[in-house]
């Protein structure tokens, strides 16, 4: 009866609004659609409006130092690399010179497939700069299932562009 009921009101939340993704109360994956593409839902909904693309979000980046944060940003592009633990963390591609935007997910409350590599994502969320330490990009590597020489290589902290995620829509294959 619970999951009728369930199903019942998201299938009216969805007709009441077309264009925006919306979260159940469940592990349950959710779906949207919106200009002809379907999108699985991670993590709270959000408006498919003002959208950038990943050259438009790349020269935001850009104009930002250690510390900078845009808020209430999203963006469009290719998901390079998925967490392969857990889909806790993904990185996007913001360049053809392999720039990419490492996201996290806000309050560590969702994660993504960790097969979507190679799909099409919009996050929403802030965007910001900071210096990642050794410790934190062996951990990453070793999520990443890199080999133990090219962990060994990680002797020094880096900048890097950062994006927490409070929403992610991938598109369907």
């Not at 349950?28 to 200009?35: C, G, I, P, Y």
């Not at 979000?57 to 592009?77: C, S």
């Not at 802030?126 to 090219?150: F, M, N, P, Q, R």
Request: hydrophobic share 40%; net charge negative; with cysteine.
């Amino acid at each position: 009866m619970n999951k009728i009921i369930l199903t019942l009101l998201t299938v009216g939340l969805f007709a009441s609004c077309a264009n925006k993704a919306v979260k159940t109360e469940t592990n349950e994956l959710v779906s949207v659609t919106n200009d002809g593409n379907e999108y699985d839902v991670f993590g709270e909904g959000f408006d498919l409006k003002n959208t950038l693309t990943k050259d438009a979000m790349f020269t935001k980046y850009e104009g930002l130092k250690v510390g900078d944060t845009i808020q209430n940003v999203q963006f469009e592009t290719t998901i390079s690399s998925v967490c392969k633990k857990k889909g806790c963390w993904m990185k996007l591609d913001l360049t053809k010179d392999d720039k990419q935007a490492n996201v996290r997910f806000k309050d560590y409350s969702f994660f993504v497939p960790m097969d979507s590599e190679g799909r099409t994502a919009v996050v929403h969320g802030k965007a910001y700069v900071a210096e990642v330490s050794v410790a934190k990009l062996i951990h990453y590597a070793e999520d990443a299932g890199k080999s133990e020489a090219e962990i060994e290589a990680i002797t020094k902290p880096e900048t890097q562009y950062l994006f927490m995620a409070d929403g992610v829509l991938i598109v369907k294959d």
